[in-house]
């Protein structure tokens, strides 16, 4: 399944939409099990990328890097998202 979201992070808020723009500033590619490995702590931003299993597009590692700094990370376990 190939779904694309697009995930706009400002002024302390997350909005989450179901397709993307035109514009942006930064495209990731992973699958969910990449993106909950990341957010638990469990793999590096720089080996999701040397690994492919994170394809970064418009941005540097260092712009990743920012983004998930924007995001909470005071939870041990993933939480489930569902997008509708």
Known sequence: ???KF???AGRGVAQFHDRM???HDLV???DRRTLESILKGSTGLSDAVASHAMRV?????EDVERFFSYLERSFE???RMTVR
Do not use: D, F, N
């Open 57 to 61: 597009e418009g941005g540097t590692i």
């Open 77 to 79: 376990v993933a939480i």
């Open 6 to 8: 697009l995930l706009v």
């Open 28 to 30: 990731m590619t992973l």
């Open 1 to 3: 399944m190939r779904e």
């Open 21 to 23: 723009t035109k514009t």
